[in-house]
């Protein structure tokens, strides 16, 4: 494992009780980071919290809870948060994927779901986080989008429009803060392998490996390295930035 320098960084990781979260936040406690960990599920994020802690004896992992689809828990958690030390890294890792199915078809709740979690929910996290960032004129923000927000996958219409979402305020927010010490940047991972594709179905995940040239999914691990390098100082020069880690899927 290449060693990665997050000394004396504080991150908050929302989603950070299971999958990439739970991934990412060990990649930083690997390298030297305080952990905030975002998530609406108290036990389970107090059981990820608890094996973090054991795996990396010493270290400093919090637990907040927070919905963040709703605008005034994402203020309260912030709140909370900065109370603990000052905010370097903003990992925004909490989504869902919606059911599976053709746009005709879409139950419209499902609909306002996947958007109110995956996007309002990152926009609400990105909102409060940036704005303390500025303030201290420091700071790194990555979200988690997907190459379906780039290519459209076939029966998950939700999902892709609101990664394709994810990239395009990646880019916003990025070149609104490029004049500061903040940097801002988004993922695009092809299929991982997480307990997201619980909410799938077995055709839509033979569909998502079967655009992989590589022929295989990718591992959390891989994806926790490249996003803690972005939340490092070395990634200084990168901002409004797309990250593709597909396998050879992406082809711009």
């Known amino acids: 494992m290449n060693q990665l320098d997050m000394q004396g960084r504080h991150a908050v990781i929302t989603g950070g ?19 905030t960990i975002w998530d609406r599920d108290v036990p389970g994020m107090e059981k990820a919290a608890a094996a973090l802690r054991s795996s990396h004896p010493g270290a400093r992992v919090d637990c907040v ?6 605008h005034d828990s994402v203020v309260q ?8 030390a000052p905010v370097d890294a903003l990992v925004n890792s909490a989504g869902i994927t919606g059911p599976n199915t053709k746009l005709w078809d879409y139950p419209v709740d499902a609909w306002r779901q996947v958007m109110d979690i995956n996007l309002n929910g990152l926009f ?10 500025r303030a201290n004129n420091n700071g790194r923000i990555v979200n988690i989008a997907s190459v379906a927000g780039k290519d459209g996958n076939p029966n998950a219409s939700a999902y892709s429009a609101s990664k394709a979402a994810v990239i395009a305020l990646t880019k916003s927010l990025g070149k609104e803060l490029a004049d500061t ?15 997201m594709f619980e909410q799938m179905t077995p055709e839509h995940i033979q569909f998502m490996l079967s655009k992989i040239p ?25 901002t409004g930035a797309v990250f593709d880690l597909s396998g050879g899927r992406s082809t711009y």
């Open 77 to 84: 958690a912030t709140a909370q948060t900065v109370a603990l």
């Open 124 to 133: 609400y996290c990105c909102r409060e986080l940036s704005a303390h960032m």
């Open 17 to 35: 009780a299971t999958g990439l979260g739970f991934a990412i936040g060990q990649r930083m406690l690997s390298s030297g980071a305080r952990l």
């Open 214 to 238: 590589m022929g295989r999914f990718g591992q959390p691990e891989e994806i926790a390295a490249m996003v803690t390098w972005l939340c490092t100082d070395d990634c200084s020069f990168s």
């Open 181 to 195: 010490g903040v940097r801002v940047n988004c993922i695009t991972p092809a299929a991982v392998h997480t307990s």
């Open 65 to 70: 809870q927070v919905d963040v689809s709703q």
